[in-house]
């Protein structure tokens, strides 16, 4: 019996261990797995293509020149070191330095300034919102249409669209008795 108990107390020991390593080893490949890049957070499990499509801006193709430049396209995110993902960074922000094609860009032929760039994360946001402003100042249709709420590609209104303070057709309530279907009426012919 002295046997048996030594037996499950080590047990119990070695399972208690095993919890608290578990806990060190789990935080600690927690923090490893979620990368910041870009201003944005992202899955250090998944390989780089895959991952930095995560980041506004950013599509499958450039993602794909990006990991093919860099020459991780295989490596997950978080095999990466800093001055790995320091690289990376780099080439995300400055695309026009490497030899990545301008029809892969979002911006092309910018009117201020008339270069072709990339834009990711919040100048990407903010270029939009200002090219939005700039069509409501200047009043042409997309710029109304854009400040009145409605659809600006030519959609048809009609039908889509419709979620507002109007929906539907109101009608008035009818007075009892006077009705196209009332039986007093059907009776009458």
Request: net charge positive; glycine share 8%; aromatic share 4%.
């Amino acid at each position: 019996m002295a046997d048996e108990k030594t037996q499950k107390k080590e047990k119990v020991e070695k399972t208690d261990k095993k919890k608290e390593e578990k806990k060190e080893f789990g935080s600690d490949k927690r923090l490893k797995n979620i990368i910041r890049l870009g201003e944005t957070n992202l899955d250090g499990n998944r390989k780089v293509q895959h991952a930095i499509m995560g980041i506004s801006g950013i599509s499958y193709s450039l993602s794909h020149a990006i990991a093919d430049i860099s020459g991780f396209g295989n490596k997950k995110l978080s095999e990466l070191s800093e001055h790995d993902l320091s690289k990376l960074e780099d080439i995300i922000n400055n695309t026009e330095k490497y030899k990545i094609p301008s029809w892969m860009f979002n911006r092309r032929k910018d009117p201020e300034k008339g270069d072709t760039f990339h834009l990711t994360t919040s100048q990407l946001d903010l270029t939009e919102k200002n090219d939005i402003d700039r069509m409501k100042k200047i009043r042409c249709y997309k710029g109304v249409r854009h400040s009145l709420g409605q659809p600006v590609r030519g959609q048809r209104t009609r039908s889509s669209f419709r979620s507002g303070s109007t929906i539907g057709v109101q009608r008035s309530k009818a007075k009892p008795g006077s009705g196209a279907g009332s039986k007093e009426d059907k009776g009458k012919k």
